[in-house]
């Protein structure tokens, strides 16, 4: 973005992200504000939720952030984040709504895009299974954006790491190291169908590892898991580590990495992750996991959500076959860099971009806003934007 904009970052706190933008050269502000659920997980109460957000007092001062920084536009972040959508609507600020999460459908799911529609000027998803549910609903325009990462330092190691990293986590050289990664671990992420895909291998594969990354969100489903292993007869087999300071190292000593996430993903970045550091994986087609997986040539990798066996059945076969394995690997690392490498997410948001100045030339004109200030008394509620 920086190409084409002044880009200032406004974080609910300090972290690793506004870190990251800072020694880029992005200038960070700080403002708390809180969240919308309900726009991922819709219910009868989201309308008036919505409305208690635009009530709520960090609602005026993100109002008076964005007037005061005058921006030409606003993008908001994952469609959980709707309030600087209100506030900056509420200023006539055109407004770029980045939809990372698959929404959740039922009978109330008009309203999400009842909401998206009025304060959107226009819609950037980052994958089909994100942006399905607006086709045809919506009509502010949709774009799609897969998001990329930081492909340099995600790559396959030489084999004094790997050998450095398995030596690290107890793993002889026969054995075959199976990977699980999740930086919270909850139902919705699969761990417990993960460990039934790996007792299922135990008796037939000696030879296999079990790695699990990741600390517990939900401490009784991780209990449970801990206690399935426990009772198995394979505890030796299996390893539980909280965190890691270098996941791109810890994936040089897997041979295998599984993704087994029970909800429809907007993306799959640890699988994602694991091909471009040359791994070959196994997933539930879930969501724009699936996605991720038929795009990159795995789609016979990718089994239906919940199938436990069925993960187990394609690990297996790729055990059998170390040429396929290594080749698998080879092959991930190359297609995961074409099509989701930092060179690629560039093409496509200069596509989306391009878009933007044939429809749209004034968000890309030099900033001529002046800041606009707000008195406290005109910061309130207000009511959807008509588009017509």
Known sequence: MQSYFNCILVAPGEGKLTDH???????????????????????????LNADELRSHPDYASVVRLIGENAPDLVLTNTIVNALPAFAAKQLGIPVIWKVTEVIQENEFTSEVLNIVDNYSDWIIAISESAARVFYGRISSPISLLPPSTDSERLHSFGDLVRQSERKGIGLKEEHKCIGYISAFIHPEKGLREFIRMALSLCSGHPDCRFVIIGRAADHRYYDTCLTDVRFSGYRSRFQFIPFVESVQSVYSAMDILVVPSMVSEGFGMT????????????????????????????????????DAQGLADKVAMLLSDPAALKNIGMHNEAAARALYGIEAYQWRLDQIVSQWREYHPHWLTAGNRSPLLVEGSQVQAEPPVDKA
């Open 271 to 306: 699988a994602l992750e694991g091909m471009l550091c040359g791994k070959p994986v196994v997933a539930f087609a879930s969501g724009g996991l699936g996605e991720l997986m038929e795009s990159t040539g795995n789609g016979h990798l990718a089994v239906p959500v919940g």
């Open 21 to 47: 933008a800072r020694k880029q050269g992005t200038v960070v502000m700080i403002q708390t504000f809180p969240l919308l659920y309900g726009m991922y997980t819709p219910d009868s109460r989201l309308p």
